[in-house]
Protein backbone atom coordinates (compact mmCIF):
# COMPACT_ATOMS: atom_id res chain seq x y z
CA UNK A 1 0.00 0.00 0.00
CA UNK A 2 1.24 3.24 -1.12
CA UNK A 3 0.61 6.71 0.87
CA UNK A 4 2.10 8.54 -2.23
CA UNK A 5 -0.68 10.67 -4.41
CA UNK A 6 -2.33 9.23 -6.89
CA UNK A 7 -2.63 11.50 -10.36
CA UNK A 8 -6.15 12.46 -9.45
CA UNK A 9 -4.83 13.32 -6.32
CA UNK A 10 -2.11 15.35 -8.15
CA UNK A 11 -4.74 16.87 -10.77
CA UNK A 12 -6.66 17.74 -7.68
CA UNK A 13 -3.59 19.12 -5.58
CA UNK A 14 -2.74 21.46 -8.88
CA UNK A 15 -6.43 22.50 -9.44
CA UNK A 16 -6.09 24.26 -5.96
CA UNK A 17 -2.77 25.39 -6.22
CA UNK A 18 -4.36 27.31 -9.49
CA UNK A 19 -7.00 28.64 -7.68
CA UNK A 20 -4.91 30.87 -5.01
CA UNK A 21 -1.71 32.25 -7.39
CA UNK A 22 0.76 29.33 -7.30
CA UNK A 23 2.54 27.58 -10.49
CA UNK A 24 1.78 24.20 -11.26
CA UNK A 25 4.06 21.91 -13.55
CA UNK A 26 3.19 19.82 -16.61
CA UNK A 27 5.78 17.16 -17.58
CA UNK A 28 6.72 15.50 -20.58
CA UNK A 29 9.59 13.35 -20.94
CA UNK A 30 12.66 16.10 -19.96
CA UNK A 31 11.08 19.17 -20.83
CA UNK A 32 8.43 20.81 -18.28
CA UNK A 33 6.04 23.93 -18.40
CA UNK A 34 5.08 26.02 -15.65
CA UNK A 35 2.16 27.35 -15.64
CA UNK A 36 -0.08 29.89 -13.43
CA UNK A 37 -3.68 31.00 -14.24
CA UNK A 38 -4.02 34.43 -15.56
CA UNK A 39 -6.88 35.38 -13.48
CA UNK A 40 -4.46 34.33 -9.62
CA UNK A 41 -1.53 35.74 -10.99
CA UNK A 42 0.36 38.33 -9.05
CA UNK A 43 3.21 40.36 -9.83
CA UNK A 44 5.83 38.81 -7.07
CA UNK A 45 4.64 35.26 -8.07
CA UNK A 46 5.09 36.67 -12.42
CA UNK A 47 8.60 38.05 -11.46
CA UNK A 48 9.51 33.93 -10.23
CA UNK A 49 7.70 33.12 -13.57
CA UNK A 50 9.48 35.19 -15.32
CA UNK A 51 13.12 34.46 -13.97
CA UNK A 52 12.54 31.02 -15.51
CA UNK A 53 12.10 32.35 -19.01
CA UNK A 54 10.15 33.81 -21.22
CA UNK A 55 6.63 33.90 -20.54
CA UNK A 56 4.14 32.88 -23.38
CA UNK A 57 0.52 33.72 -22.08
CA UNK A 58 -2.21 30.67 -23.72
CA UNK A 59 -5.87 31.71 -24.50
CA UNK A 60 -8.50 29.39 -26.03
CA UNK A 61 -9.70 29.61 -29.95
CA UNK A 62 -12.79 31.79 -28.63
CA UNK A 63 -11.12 34.01 -26.50
CA UNK A 64 -8.45 34.49 -29.37
CA UNK A 65 -11.06 35.55 -31.86
CA UNK A 66 -12.79 38.16 -29.18
CA UNK A 67 -9.13 39.57 -28.98
CA UNK A 68 -8.44 39.36 -32.43
CA UNK A 69 -5.59 37.60 -31.94
CA UNK A 70 -4.27 35.32 -34.56
CA UNK A 71 -4.78 31.34 -33.99
CA UNK A 72 -1.88 29.37 -35.09
CA UNK A 73 -2.36 26.29 -33.05
CA UNK A 74 -5.99 25.27 -33.88
CA UNK A 75 -7.91 25.59 -30.72
CA UNK A 76 -5.80 27.97 -28.83
CA UNK A 77 -3.07 30.96 -29.22
CA UNK A 78 -0.29 31.61 -27.80
CA UNK A 79 1.00 35.18 -27.27
CA UNK A 80 4.54 36.75 -26.00
CA UNK A 81 4.26 38.23 -22.72
CA UNK A 82 5.34 41.86 -23.50
CA UNK A 83 8.77 42.48 -21.16
CA UNK A 84 7.32 45.68 -19.44
CA UNK A 85 3.75 43.79 -18.63
CA UNK A 86 2.47 42.91 -15.16
CA UNK A 87 0.15 40.37 -13.69
CA UNK A 88 -3.00 43.33 -14.77
CA UNK A 89 -1.87 42.51 -18.36
CA UNK A 90 -2.45 38.75 -17.88
CA UNK A 91 -5.56 39.28 -15.81
CA UNK A 92 -7.01 42.01 -18.95
CA UNK A 93 -6.11 39.04 -21.29
CA UNK A 94 -8.20 36.59 -19.34
CA UNK A 95 -11.29 38.24 -18.57
CA UNK A 96 -13.76 40.10 -21.24
CA UNK A 97 -15.11 42.39 -18.42
CA UNK A 98 -12.09 44.48 -19.56
CA UNK A 99 -12.62 44.96 -22.92
CA UNK A 100 -15.54 47.18 -23.54
CA UNK A 101 -12.80 50.31 -21.50
CA UNK A 102 -10.11 49.22 -23.86
CA UNK A 103 -11.96 47.53 -27.02
CA UNK A 104 -8.17 47.98 -29.08
CA UNK A 105 -5.79 45.42 -27.41
CA UNK A 106 -2.20 44.52 -28.22
CA UNK A 107 -0.61 44.53 -31.04
CA UNK A 108 0.22 41.00 -30.08
CA UNK A 109 2.71 38.84 -30.80
CA UNK A 110 1.78 34.99 -31.53
CA UNK A 111 3.89 32.28 -30.77
CA UNK A 112 4.08 29.88 -33.81
CA UNK A 113 7.05 27.70 -32.60
CA UNK A 114 6.90 24.37 -31.07
CA UNK A 115 4.63 22.12 -29.45
CA UNK A 116 1.71 23.51 -27.65
CA UNK A 117 0.08 20.38 -26.26
CA UNK A 118 0.86 21.40 -23.03
CA UNK A 119 -0.35 24.81 -23.33
CA UNK A 120 -3.40 23.30 -24.32
CA UNK A 121 -3.19 20.89 -21.42
CA UNK A 122 -3.18 23.64 -18.98
CA UNK A 123 -6.23 25.34 -20.11
CA UNK A 124 -8.04 22.24 -20.05
CA UNK A 125 -6.98 22.28 -15.97
CA UNK A 126 -7.61 25.99 -15.62
CA UNK A 127 -10.98 25.07 -17.14
CA UNK A 128 -11.57 22.01 -14.20
CA UNK A 129 -10.54 24.94 -11.16
CA UNK A 130 -13.78 26.77 -12.59
CA UNK A 131 -10.79 29.16 -13.72
CA UNK A 132 -11.06 31.63 -16.87
CA UNK A 133 -9.44 29.89 -19.37
CA UNK A 134 -6.03 31.62 -20.10
CA UNK A 135 -2.74 30.86 -18.24
CA UNK A 136 0.94 32.36 -18.18
CA UNK A 137 3.92 29.86 -18.96
CA UNK A 138 7.48 28.64 -19.20
CA UNK A 139 8.92 26.37 -20.67
CA UNK A 140 11.91 25.13 -18.88
CA UNK A 141 14.07 21.55 -18.47
CA UNK A 142 14.13 21.80 -14.58
CA UNK A 143 11.05 22.20 -12.33
CA UNK A 144 11.12 24.20 -9.29
CA UNK A 145 11.56 22.69 -6.29
CA UNK A 146 8.45 22.78 -4.47
CA UNK A 147 5.93 22.72 -7.20
CA UNK A 148 3.12 20.55 -8.04
CA UNK A 149 4.22 18.39 -11.28
CA UNK A 150 1.70 16.57 -12.93
CA UNK A 151 3.10 14.19 -15.45
CA UNK A 152 0.88 15.08 -19.15
CA UNK A 153 -0.15 11.92 -20.21
CA UNK A 154 -1.69 10.71 -16.93
CA UNK A 155 -3.10 14.07 -16.25
CA UNK A 156 -4.63 14.24 -19.57
CA UNK A 157 -6.35 11.03 -19.22
CA UNK A 158 -7.46 12.22 -15.82
CA UNK A 159 -9.00 14.88 -17.05
CA UNK A 160 -10.55 13.58 -19.77
CA UNK A 161 -12.05 10.93 -17.78
CA UNK A 162 -14.86 10.64 -15.23
CA UNK A 163 -14.20 10.16 -11.49
CA UNK A 164 -15.88 7.16 -9.89
CA UNK A 165 -18.77 8.07 -7.18
CA UNK A 166 -19.31 6.66 -4.15
CA UNK A 167 -21.90 6.97 -2.23
CA UNK A 168 -22.10 8.42 1.69
CA UNK A 169 -25.06 9.62 2.71
CA UNK A 170 -29.01 8.77 2.62
CA UNK A 171 -31.88 10.41 4.57
CA UNK A 172 -35.41 10.68 4.38
CA UNK A 173 -36.53 14.18 3.09
CA UNK A 174 -39.93 15.13 3.13
CA UNK A 175 -40.24 17.96 0.62
CA UNK A 176 -43.04 20.34 -0.27
CA UNK A 177 -43.65 19.22 -3.45
CA UNK A 178 -42.91 15.65 -2.83
CA UNK A 179 -43.20 14.35 0.84
CA UNK A 180 -42.16 10.44 0.02
CA UNK A 181 -38.39 12.05 -0.99
CA UNK A 182 -35.04 10.64 0.12
CA UNK A 183 -31.60 12.41 -0.27
CA UNK A 184 -28.53 10.76 -1.72
CA UNK A 185 -24.95 12.22 -1.39
CA UNK A 186 -22.28 10.74 -3.43
CA UNK A 187 -18.97 12.07 -3.49
CA UNK A 188 -16.20 11.57 -6.43
CA UNK A 189 -12.49 10.03 -5.54
CA UNK A 190 -10.74 12.78 -6.98
CA UNK A 191 -12.04 15.69 -4.13
CA UNK A 192 -14.33 17.65 -6.90
CA UNK A 193 -17.64 18.46 -5.71
CA UNK A 194 -20.38 16.35 -4.43
CA UNK A 195 -23.56 15.47 -6.33
CA UNK A 196 -27.00 14.53 -5.11
CA UNK A 197 -29.69 12.29 -6.00
CA UNK A 198 -33.82 12.98 -5.05
CA UNK A 199 -35.05 9.97 -5.05
CA UNK A 200 -39.10 9.95 -4.55
CA UNK A 201 -41.11 7.11 -3.69
CA UNK A 202 -39.77 3.30 -3.79
CA UNK A 203 -39.21 3.23 -7.80
CA UNK A 204 -39.45 -0.01 -9.68
CA UNK A 205 -35.47 -0.71 -10.94
CA UNK A 206 -36.79 -3.00 -13.24
CA UNK A 207 -38.98 -0.06 -15.43
CA UNK A 208 -37.98 2.78 -16.47
CA UNK A 209 -37.95 5.12 -13.46
CA UNK A 210 -39.41 9.16 -14.20
CA UNK A 211 -35.68 11.32 -13.99
CA UNK A 212 -34.34 14.42 -14.08
CA UNK A 213 -31.04 15.69 -14.82
CA UNK A 214 -30.78 19.02 -13.09
CA UNK A 215 -27.79 20.89 -13.29
CA UNK A 216 -27.12 23.61 -10.19
CA UNK A 217 -28.18 26.64 -10.95
CA UNK A 218 -27.82 28.76 -7.40
CA UNK A 219 -29.66 31.89 -8.93
CA UNK A 220 -32.63 30.14 -10.31
CA UNK A 221 -33.32 27.56 -7.85
CA UNK A 222 -32.40 29.42 -4.64
CA UNK A 223 -32.62 33.23 -5.42
CA UNK A 224 -35.58 32.79 -8.25
CA UNK A 225 -33.91 34.35 -10.78
CA UNK A 226 -36.38 35.35 -13.79
CA UNK A 227 -33.43 35.53 -16.26
CA UNK A 228 -33.34 31.51 -16.61
CA UNK A 229 -35.64 29.10 -16.53
CA UNK A 230 -33.76 26.46 -13.94
CA UNK A 231 -36.33 26.73 -10.86
CA UNK A 232 -39.37 26.47 -12.41
CA UNK A 233 -38.03 23.28 -14.24
CA UNK A 234 -36.64 21.85 -11.04
CA UNK A 235 -40.23 22.31 -9.21
CA UNK A 236 -41.96 21.48 -12.13
CA UNK A 237 -39.75 18.14 -12.61
CA UNK A 238 -40.02 17.41 -8.42
CA UNK A 239 -44.05 17.91 -8.58
CA UNK A 240 -44.49 15.78 -11.77
CA UNK A 241 -42.82 12.82 -9.21
CA UNK A 242 -44.85 13.91 -6.44
CA UNK A 243 -48.04 13.28 -8.41
CA UNK A 244 -46.32 10.00 -9.70
CA UNK A 245 -45.71 8.80 -6.24
CA UNK A 246 -41.95 8.03 -7.73
CA UNK A 247 -39.54 9.52 -9.59
CA UNK A 248 -35.61 10.63 -9.13
CA UNK A 249 -34.06 13.66 -9.62
CA UNK A 250 -30.16 14.26 -10.16
CA UNK A 251 -28.74 17.62 -9.43
CA UNK A 252 -25.49 17.88 -10.45
CA UNK A 253 -23.13 19.96 -10.08
CA UNK A 254 -22.34 21.94 -12.65
CA UNK A 255 -23.28 25.32 -12.37
CA UNK A 256 -23.72 28.07 -14.99
CA UNK A 257 -23.43 25.18 -17.55
CA UNK A 258 -20.06 23.90 -16.13
CA UNK A 259 -18.01 26.89 -16.15
CA UNK A 260 -18.95 27.62 -12.59
CA UNK A 261 -20.84 30.41 -10.17
CA UNK A 262 -18.17 33.17 -11.03
CA UNK A 263 -17.78 32.75 -14.55
CA UNK A 264 -21.65 32.31 -14.91
CA UNK A 265 -22.16 35.92 -13.09
CA UNK A 266 -19.27 37.10 -15.65
CA UNK A 267 -21.42 35.89 -18.60
CA UNK A 268 -24.45 37.84 -17.23
CA UNK A 269 -22.41 41.11 -17.22
CA UNK A 270 -21.69 40.46 -20.48
CA UNK A 271 -25.26 39.70 -21.13
CA UNK A 272 -26.03 43.29 -19.61
CA UNK A 273 -23.77 44.27 -23.07
CA UNK A 274 -26.10 43.09 -25.61
CA UNK A 275 -24.32 39.09 -25.90
CA UNK A 276 -26.34 36.15 -25.72
CA UNK A 277 -25.71 33.19 -23.57
CA UNK A 278 -23.70 31.35 -25.89
CA UNK A 279 -21.93 34.54 -27.31
CA UNK A 280 -20.79 35.45 -23.73
CA UNK A 281 -19.16 31.75 -22.86
CA UNK A 282 -17.04 32.24 -25.69
CA UNK A 283 -15.82 35.71 -24.60
CA UNK A 284 -14.85 34.36 -21.72
CA UNK A 285 -12.96 31.47 -23.77
CA UNK A 286 -15.40 28.58 -22.64
CA UNK A 287 -17.75 26.10 -24.78
CA UNK A 288 -21.42 26.31 -25.66
CA UNK A 289 -22.11 24.22 -22.41
CA UNK A 290 -19.33 22.46 -20.73
CA UNK A 291 -21.17 19.94 -18.43
CA UNK A 292 -20.35 16.00 -18.29
CA UNK A 293 -23.58 14.45 -18.49
CA UNK A 294 -21.90 11.03 -17.92
CA UNK A 295 -22.02 12.10 -13.71
CA UNK A 296 -26.19 11.79 -14.26
CA UNK A 297 -25.61 7.99 -16.13
CA UNK A 298 -23.13 7.06 -13.36
CA UNK A 299 -25.63 7.53 -10.91
CA UNK A 300 -28.69 5.95 -12.41
CA UNK A 301 -26.54 2.91 -12.73
CA UNK A 302 -25.51 3.31 -9.00
CA UNK A 303 -29.00 3.45 -7.95
CA UNK A 304 -29.34 0.20 -9.53
CA UNK A 305 -31.59 1.77 -12.58
CA UNK A 306 -31.19 0.82 -16.11
CA UNK A 307 -33.80 2.82 -18.06
CA UNK A 308 -35.41 6.20 -17.88
CA UNK A 309 -38.47 7.98 -18.94
CA UNK A 310 -36.05 11.48 -19.61
CA UNK A 311 -37.70 14.84 -18.20
CA UNK A 312 -35.63 16.84 -20.54
CA UNK A 313 -35.90 19.73 -23.83
CA UNK A 314 -32.26 18.85 -24.44
CA UNK A 315 -31.24 16.24 -26.84
CA UNK A 316 -27.94 15.93 -25.96
CA UNK A 317 -28.84 14.64 -22.49
CA UNK A 318 -30.69 11.82 -24.45
CA UNK A 319 -28.00 11.11 -26.41
CA UNK A 320 -25.58 11.16 -23.32
CA UNK A 321 -27.38 8.51 -21.63
CA UNK A 322 -27.71 6.04 -24.47
CA UNK A 323 -23.98 6.56 -25.51
CA UNK A 324 -23.31 5.54 -21.33
CA UNK A 325 -25.27 2.40 -21.62
CA UNK A 326 -29.04 4.19 -19.71
CA UNK A 327 -31.79 3.41 -22.00
CA UNK A 328 -34.16 6.19 -22.33
CA UNK A 329 -37.73 4.79 -23.12
CA UNK A 330 -39.30 8.36 -23.24
CA UNK A 331 -38.51 11.90 -23.79
CA UNK A 332 -41.11 13.47 -21.24
CA UNK A 333 -40.89 17.77 -22.72
CA UNK A 334 -40.43 20.23 -19.40
CA UNK A 335 -42.40 22.57 -20.22
CA UNK A 336 -42.64 25.66 -18.12
CA UNK A 337 -43.83 29.60 -18.33
CA UNK A 338 -41.98 32.12 -20.40
CA UNK A 339 -41.19 36.02 -19.05
CA UNK A 340 -39.92 39.09 -20.30
CA UNK A 341 -36.42 38.47 -18.88
CA UNK A 342 -36.04 34.99 -20.31
CA UNK A 343 -37.42 35.21 -23.70
CA UNK A 344 -34.26 35.61 -25.20
CA UNK A 345 -32.57 33.14 -23.39
CA UNK A 346 -34.81 30.24 -24.21
CA UNK A 347 -34.60 31.22 -28.13
CA UNK A 348 -31.33 31.03 -27.77
CA UNK A 349 -31.56 27.53 -26.35
CA UNK A 350 -33.98 26.54 -29.22
CA UNK A 351 -31.82 28.10 -31.40
CA UNK A 352 -28.23 27.92 -30.98
CA UNK A 353 -28.41 24.87 -28.76
CA UNK A 354 -31.18 22.75 -30.10
CA UNK A 355 -32.90 22.60 -27.28
CA UNK A 356 -36.68 21.02 -28.02
CA UNK A 357 -39.14 24.40 -27.33
Given at each position: ?????????????AR??????????????D????V?????????R??G??A????????????A????V??Y??????????A??G???????A?????????????FR????GDA????????????????????????????????????D????DL???A?????A?????????????????R??N???????I?V??????????????S??F?????G??????????????????KA??G??????????G???A?????????????D?????H???????????????????R????????????????E???????????????????????????N????K???L?
Amino acid sequence: MSLLPTISDLVARARSDLRVGLPVALQAGDHALVVMACETASDTRLGGLRALGPVVAAITGWRAETLKVRIYDGDIARIRMPADAGARWLCELADPACDLGAPLRGPFREEREGDASLHRLALVLAKSAQLLPAVAAVSVSQVPEGLTVLPADAAAEDLAGHAPMAAVATARLPMELAEAGRLHIFRPDNAEIEHYAIEVGRPDRAQPVLARLHSACFTGDVLGSMKCDCGPQLRTALAEMGKAGEGVLLYLNQEGRGIGLANKMRAYALQDQGFDTVEANHRLGFEDDERDFRIGADLLKRMGFGAVRLMTNNPRKVEMMREEGIEVAERVPLVTPTNRFNAHYLNVKRDKSGHLL
